[in-house]
C-alpha cells in the first residue's frame, strides 16, 4: 500500500516569525490520526526554526527544496545532503521546474541529485513535467517520460521503488490553472507504467504526487483519481487553512 503525501514547497518565501507561525498554526490543527504523511520544505535558512518546532511531532516531516551532488568542498551557496540529515531531514524536492528552467538542472543533474540523496538516507520528491508548449505539440509523454527514465537510470531500477514522484506541468504551477483531474490521471498513469516498466514488483508502491495550483477547492476532486497519491503544494503551503484544508482531502 503506497504512502498518501502532501508536500509543501514554500519556495523562496518566509522570515523565522512567519515560519513559526506557520509551522504552530499547522500543527495545532493537524489530524494527526489521518495516514497522509506531510512534510514540510521551508528555504534551507528556515529548517532549524522548523526543525526545532517540530521536534518531537508525530506525522509531520520536513526537508529541503535542493541539494548539490558533493557533500561538502568548494561549492560556494550550495547545500549537500549530510548537512540536510544534520538537521533532520528526512525528504528533498529535486528538479522542481524552477530549478531546471532557471538554474540549469538537468535531466542527468536531477538524476544525480537524486541518488545522492537516497545514498544519504534523504527521500527525494523527483518533479517531471511538460511546459505548454510541450503539451500543446503532444509531447508530454516523450518529456515526462525521459525525465523519468534519465532518473530510474540514476538510481537503478531496484531502487525507483524509494522515491516519491510529483507530476508538476509547468503551466500550472503559480498560474491558478490546474490540470484537470482527468488529464492529470492520465500522465500519472503513464508514468506509473513507466516505473513498471522499469521494477514491475514495486511500481505500484511509489507515490505519485501531482502538483500545479491545487487549492482546497479542487484538491479533493484530483487525490480522488486512482494514481493521485496527494500534492505538491506550493502557493496555497503558506496559507495554514488552505495547506490543512488540502491535508484534509487527501486523508
Ligand atoms: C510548486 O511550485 O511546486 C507548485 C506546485 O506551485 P503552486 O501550487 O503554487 O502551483
Known amino acids: 500500500m503506497r504512502r498518501r503525501i502532501v508536500a509543501g514547497n514554500w519556495k523562496m518565501n518566509g522570515t523565522q516569525s512567519d515560519a513559526s507561525a506557520l509551522v504552530r498554526a499547522i500543527s495545532v490543527d493537524l489530524n494527526r490520526d489521518s ?43 550550495e547545500i549537500s545532503a549530510p548537512m540536510l540529515r544534520d538537521f533532520g531531514c528526512r525528504y528533498v524536492i529535486v528538479g522542481h521546474s524552477e530549478r531546471r528552467a532557471l538554474y540549469g538542472d538537468t ?42 527514465d534519465a532518473v530510474v537510470a540514476g538510481v537503478g531500477s531496484a531502487r525507483c521503488a524509494e522515491i516519491v ?34 521494477n514491475d514488483a514495486r511500481a505500484a508502491d511509489i507515490p505519485i504526487l501531482y502538483g500545479g495550483s491545487v487549492k482546497p477547492d479542487n484538491a479533493s476532486a484530483l487525490f480522488a483519481e486512482p494514481d493521485i497519491d496527494g500534492g505538491l503544494i506550493g502557493g496555497a503551503a503558506l496559507s495554514a487553512a488552505d495547506f490543512l484544508a488540502i491535508c484534509h482531502a487527501a486523508a
Open 165 to 198: 514522484v510529483a507530476y508538476e506541468p509547468v503551466w500550472a504551477i503559480g498560474t491558478g490553472r490546474s490540470a484537470t483531474p482527468v488529464q492529470a490521471q492520465s500522465v500519472h498513469r503513464f508514468i506509473r507504467d513507466r516505473l513498471a516498466a522499469a
Open 35 to 77: 495516514a497522509v504523511q506531510v512534510v514540510l520544505c521551508p528555504p534551507f535558512i528556515l529548517i532549524p526554526t522548523v526543525a526545532t518546532l517540530l521536534t518531537g511531532q508525530q506525522g509531520i516531516e520536513y526537508g529541503g527544496q535542493n541539494l548539490d551532488v558533493h557533500d561538502h568542498g568548494a561549492y560556494t551557496g
Open 107 to 148: 535531466d542527468d543533474l536531477v538524476a544525480a541529485k537524486s541518488r545522492k540523496a537516497l545514498d544519504s538516507g534523504l527521500t527525494p520528491i523527483v518533479c517531471v513535467g511538460e511546459s505548454l508548449r510541450q503539451r500543446e505539440q503532444n509531447t508530454t509523454e516523450s518529456v515526462v517520460g525521459a525525465q523519468l
